[in-house]
């Protein structure tokens, strides 16, 4: 169960990192990083599988928070897709 809670995770966030870069840029990533923090704190407080659950979708909100950066980065190296409704300064 906790693998197939990490695989969806993983999937889940995958594009979520895409969507946000394209449409909000890099300055998103508090909104990512904010409930990563809530979640792996009330991991520490909860016992059993939730708790596990919570960690591991918690994470994967901090593993995200560290991909809009690169994403943003690939994007400025024209490796990804650049939306054309925003400017970008850096």
Known sequence: M???VAFVTIGVFHPVVVKLEYHFGKKI???VFSPGLL?????????GY???IMGII?????????EIFY???????GRAKKNPKRLYND
């Open 29 to 31: 990533w508090w909104a």
């Open 50 to 52: 939730l708790s596990l």
């Open 39 to 47: 979640l792996v704190t009330g991991s520490l407080f909860i016992s």
């Open 58 to 66: 918690g994470f994967g909100c901090f593993w995200t928070t560290i």
């Open 2 to 4: 906790i693998g197939v």
């Open 71 to 77: 994403q943003h980065k690939r994007v400025m190296e």
